[in-house]
């Protein structure tokens, strides 16, 4: 359909509009339509989100419209076009125009701003020529600098020459943020105008502090570099009473959040606070240096807090709410995301699959499609919210699956290096050593070489088999990934850890659930592999409980066993979950 056609039918449906002129159509204003160049308010009328549409070859130096309607095609075009990017985000259509000129601009975020305002995905040929026409800079310069800025890293994905997004990605949605491309999701109070008055002078280190110096300076504060023998001072001088680890923490809740203060107490022999046998504090020495650096410290913090704007800063009330209103939201987002019908692919070959393997991640069910039956294929997979495997993108691309909002996780390695600072040189990273780091398994993607004779030979039996142990290391790096947050990546002296993309920070990680589990006062059930079992899950478990090391540290020891009492390897577990009651059953985790 040319570009008349398409503007005379937008004129009698009416559907969103989207302003564009010339630049925005394609077209030059002297030779008509830049070579190869196919505007992405067209491309989006027919492709999707896995479009693999090319560009137009060749030029055309001629304009197939006539001099009557390059006038009309300047106007406000009308077309109702689907950016899936910003539907997933939530977030309007930017201009690659209005941001360029954020303080947060750079090559790397005007990359993430061109592809949310194309809505599919595009070339760096294509942004550049963006780039040139938005003002940002020259095509040459724009080009050069684009290749440059490290285009392929998450929340950006390559395909051939392509380069696309993932909508569900954290990372976008903070880059959406920082660019003011959305508000904050959590909304602060608007300050109340208060009355400028003369600060008050502050006394000196000589002086005792008060109770309403501590509401003043610690209101909704953050204290991560104040000690707890420190907080003890300002408390027990503030308060004129004799505390203990709870008292203190009760007068402390007052301001600000007590989590993890007081609960790992060490007895200073030369403190200025110390404990007894039965947990009460009591004075070692008022007059000591101690005392004095304290009160110094928080009549610093007090004369910042004074010199800062009215209002800045929410009050203890506001802060919880809007922790409540935070933790709510992130619920719900959690609750949303373990409701996704889940499913991991594995083909082979990876370029051009002859055979793909299906599996329900809840029910462990299996399915394997040879290339005759990719159209039954694609009906099935189809029917699941959330896709993973290795290079899941071009697979996506390949069976020709329409992906609109699902949710694409690439299981491979989320980077092509790691730096290893002892030798100098970088280690390569690939999908077999992230499932060997996680398991014992030998071949953790299978026998290629087998899996191609028996392809060639239509043994389907046997390539099935040999497709099941590839999923079987693709569903332990799954579940070890799922459970941490991170990938382990073992090898030699290296012993590091990279976050995976596709695990959301609102999903309950291990962390996550030490920290509920000790709240709670429940014990943890582990699986320790050696690797995950697609027939019988939780085969190797054990029961753990739960200690904490410091205000946000936990760590698990040992119930039973003739290690009880010891501590465990956390790089070792490969699922966890909160033990319930006696009679709770081990269920697959989702």
Known sequence: MSARHLWMASAVEEPKEIQFGLEGLGLDRRLGPRPGHLPGSLRSLSGGLGSRRRPLAGPQSICPFPADWLGLLTMSQTFDVKNIYCQVLGIEVPSLAKVKDHREAITYSLLLVALLEAGEPQTLEQVAERF??????????????????????????????????????????????????????????????????????????????????????????????????????????????????????????????????????????????????????????????????????????????????????????????????????????????????????????????????????????????????????????????????????????TLHLEVGARHLADLGPPQKTLAVYETGKPLQLSAELMIRSCSNLSQPLGDEKRMRQFLREGKEAHLRNQMVKAMTGLFTLYTYCKTHGTARIRRGHVDERLRVPWVHHVEETLHKLKARAFEQGLEIEVDIGPHASLTKPWRHTARLAVAQLGRWRYGLRWIDGWHAGGWIDESMILAARLVLSQEDSGLPVN
């Open 132 to 397: 040139a026409a938005a003002g940002v800079a020259p095509y040459d310069r724009a080009l050069k600098s684009l290749k440059r800025c490290r285009p392929g890293r998450p929340p950006v994905h390559r395909n051939g020459d392509l380069y696309a997004l993932d909508p569900h990605n954290d990372e976008l949605d903070l880059w959406a943020f920082r660019l003011g491309l959305r508000p904050p999701k959590v909304q602060r109070p608007a300050p109340e105008p208060e009355i400028e008055a003369e600060p008050k002078p502050l006394p000196g280190p000589e002086v005792p502090v008060t109770l309403e110096e501590l509401e003043e300076a610690f209101a909704a504060a953050s204290l991560p570099g104040w000690s707890d023998q420190r907080l003890a001072i300002l408390l027990m001088e503030a308060s004129g009473e004799t505390l203990d680890r709870q008292r203190a923490a009760e007068l402390l809740s007052r301001w600000v959040s007590t989590h993890g203060r007081f609960s790992w107490w060490r007895r200073w022999t030369n403190g200025a606070v110390l404990e007894n046998e039965d947990g009460q504090w009591f004075w070692n020495d008022r007059q000591s240096s101690q005392v004095i650096k304290a009160r110094k410290a928080l009549r610093q913090r007090l004369a910042k807090v004074r010199q800062g704007p009215a209002r800045q800063r929410p009050s203890a009330a506001e802060w919880a709410a809007m922790t409540a209103e935070n933790e709510t939201r992130d619920a719900a987002e959690r609750q949303e995301l373990e409701s996704l019908r889940r499913c991991l692919l594995f083909a082979f070959p990876h370029r051009d699959p002859g055979a793909v393997l299906r599996l329900d991640v809840a029910s462990r069910e299996m399915r394997c499609f040879m290339a005759r039956d990719f159209a039954d294929a694609k009906a099935d997979i189809e029917s699941y919210d959330w896709i993973g495997a290795l290079e899941v993108f071009a697979l996506v691309d």
